[in-house]
């Protein structure tokens, strides 16, 4: 892909390169700008990877928003990043059940970010499937969010703000009393998972008979014992019913 320098804005120690579809960090950008840059926006482009940052050692400030990152994002160690942006990407929760034993989805991104970035006081994540607002389902409720606060609070201790509320003492408490037990999961595919129930409800239906006493062409009565005997005396009917009577 060609990229072309007149498209960088850049106004003091600010660098911006906003909607040209970038799919990578070209190297010019850090060759010539990554000594100076303290603030980089780039948001409205179609970028998988960050790896081209390494050049951008003294960044404070991170914009990413209207990418294509995902849960695999990497980012090269930036020790003076306090405020990193990415919306409206593709973050998500994690997939397999059978992954949970080790970290996996957005909790490895988690860990990774407070591995790299040590300073990160601000992040936001809205618009992506692992921040449950109503930005990115009507399904999804002020409970759902709180709790994914809490995990991500959990993982990043030193975050002063998460997505557009500031952090307070009250939620750092809880985060760290059960935010390691906040994390969303969904099974590996939900349509299957529903197939495979509605295939068994269908075909073997439960029943209490034995499954030859509903074959039509081999019916069987099924007969058993009762342990329980039934007398009477305690029937409200007996009260009304003289010994001549029976």
């Known amino acids: 892909m060609a990229y072309n320098e007149s498209m960088v804005v850049v106004n003091g120690s600010q660098v911006s390169c906003i909607g040209h579809d970038w799919e990578d960090i070209p190297d010019f950008l850090g060759a010539k700008y990554g000594e100076v840059a303290r603030r980089l926006d780039l948001s409205f482009n179609q970028l998988r990877s960050l790896t081209g940052l390494k050049a951008f050692s003294q960044l404070e400030e991170l914009i990413v928003d209207n990418n294509l990152l995902g849960n695999d994002l990497q980012l090269p160690r930036l020790p003076r990043l306090h405020t990193l942006t990415l919306n409206k990407n593709q973050i998500s929760f994690a997939f397999q059940l059978s992954c949970l034993t ?7 991104l988690l860990e990774h970010l407070a591995e790299v970035t040590p300073a990160l006081e601000y992040l936001s994540l809205l618009g992506n499937e692992a921040c449950p ?4 389902s009507m399904d999804k409720d002020e409970d759902d969010y709180q709790r994914y606060r809490y995990f991500v609070l959990h993982k990043l201790t030193k975050l002063k703000f998460l997505d557009t509320r500031r952090v307070t003492q ?5 985060a760290e009393a059960r935010g390691a037990f906040m994390k ?17 409800s269908t075909t073997t239906p439960y029943t209490p008979l034995p499954r030859g006493s509903k074959d039509s062409r081999n019916h069987k ?4 014992k009762c342990r329980y005997v039934y007398y009477g005396k305690h029937s409200e009917g007996n009260r009304f019913i003289r010994n001549d009577q029976l």
């Open 221 to 224: 009565g099924v007969f058993t």
């Open 170 to 174: 009250w939620e750092r408490s809880e």
């Open 102 to 108: 080790k970290m996996t989805g957005y909790a490895a």
């Open 184 to 200: 969303v999961v969904k099974p590996k595919n939900d349509q299957d998972t529903a197939s495979v129930v509605r295939s068994e």
């Open 133 to 136: 607002n109503q930005l990115v």
